[in-house]
């Protein structure tokens, strides 16, 4: 079975910029959540969608958002970039909604300049 | 307070040592534990998880949950150099992580 899938691997963007992230999870899997990991702050959880709703969501700005596509594919979109917004964005799949397993893809790296 | 303490190491240890690695939790409604293990510059890889308070083995692998003490331990028999990795323990159904243990297993 092919693994999660986070598109694109890198990215630089300036601040004020917005950014849209791709995951695809597992075959099967039906929810998908979210993640920053910073050096300081290690991994902190964004949200987690469940069959197209957002079903959980962490102590982030409402700049940050996301959404789930009926094939269970998501997109997290960050708008008006800042500085602090620079980590390491994982995406997580699980079978079930606030599963007892979750399954990471390999993150997108943001840099915002 | 941290709702999940790990000690962030690092931890360095001689190849075939027995590697112990802890977490402590506040919240007293975590009902799931999980072991994760990360690779520099890769995302995290599930290791073990388990509901319930007492011992679950994997190869070389025992995770222990102590509910009463909440407290969870990872651990490693004969650590091997591709170890080497930082250890996240998670809990919780909002996945409440620890800031990780880096290991190092020298040749």
């Known amino acids: 079975k092919a693994g999660v899938t986070q598109t694109p691997r890198y990215l630089i963007k300036t601040r004020g910029q917005q950014v849209t992230l791709s995951c695809s999870p597992i075959?099967?899997?039906?929810?998908v959540s979210w993640y920053q990991q910073t050096p300081g702050q290690g991994l902190q959880f964004l949200f987690e969608y469940f069959s197209e709703t957002q079903r959980n969501k962490g102590n982030f700005p409402g700049r940050f958002s996301g959404r789930q596509f009926s094939n269970s594919r998501s997109e997290m979109n960050v708008s008006t970039l800042e500085l602090g917004d620079s980590a390491l964005y994982l995406c997580?799949?699980?079978?079930?909604?606030?599963?007892?397993?979750?399954?990471f893809g390999p993150g997108t790296r943001l840099t915002v300049t | 307070q941290k709702e999940v303490e790990q000690d962030p190491g690092p931890l360095s240890v001689p190849e075939g040592a027995i590697v112990s690695l802890n977490c402590t939790y506040s919240?007293?409604?975590?009902?799931?534990f999980m072991w994760y293990r990360q690779y520099s510059r890769k995302g995290p890889e599930l290791l073990m998880y388990t509901y319930s308070s007492g011992n679950k083995e994997d190869g070389r692998f025992t995770a222990q949950v102590d509910k009463s003490s909440k407290y969870i331990s990872l651990f490693i028999r004969d650590s091997q150099p591709s170890d080497s990795a930082t250890y996240l323990c998670a809990m919780g159904q909002n996945f409440v992580f620890g800031p990780g243990t880096r290991l190092s297993v020298l040749p």
């Open positions: 075959s099967g899997h039906r929810s």
């Open positions: 919240n007293s409604a975590f009902q799931y």
């Open positions: 997580a799949s699980s079978p079930n909604a606030g599963g007892d397993e979750q399954y």
